[in-house]
């Protein structure tokens, strides 16, 4: 299947409505009120530095752009939060949408450049090293 075939068949309302996530931060800040956990209490729970959740809570980085945490970092802030599974799996997706593309085509014959061109057209980044 070629990319334009692909991106044709995936115009369709299926997948680019679908691609919709919370901003990480926002996701944080909304599961810390509804459990009442402090800044402290994050801190303690996913032993993570405070510089690092002061980060994620204001959205940036030290070079003055948004904040994009780690896998550890998730995982962290998952312990830190009690998270449920469907919370987690919801910072997780808003912290790496391209995981709802790369899953639902792993194991179909689409190959890395399909889901790219997915991604591509969502606005997300690519998936693997694109200057090869």
């Given at each position: ?76 802030i998952c312990f ?10 919801e910072l997780l ?8 593309i790369g899953r ?29």
């Open positions: 299947m070629t990319n334009s075939t692909f991106r044709n068949a995936n115009n369709s309302n299926e997948n680019n409505a679908s691609i919709k996530f919370k901003d990480f931060t926002v996701l944080v800040k909304q599961l810390m009120e509804a459990k009442n956990i402090t800044r402290t209490e994050l801190i303690e729970g996913s032993c993570l530095s405070k510089v690092t959740v002061s980060r994620i809570l204001r959205n940036t980085n030290n070079k003055g752009s948004g904040y994009t945490p780690t896998m550890n970092v998730v995982s962290a830190g939060l009690k998270a449920t599974d469907a919370e987690a799996e997706l808003s912290a790496f949408p391209q995981w709802k639902k085509y792993f194991s179909k014959e689409y190959g890395i450049y399909d889901a790219n061109a997915i991604l591509d057209d969502n606005g997300l980044s690519p998936i693997g090293n694109t200057e090869l």
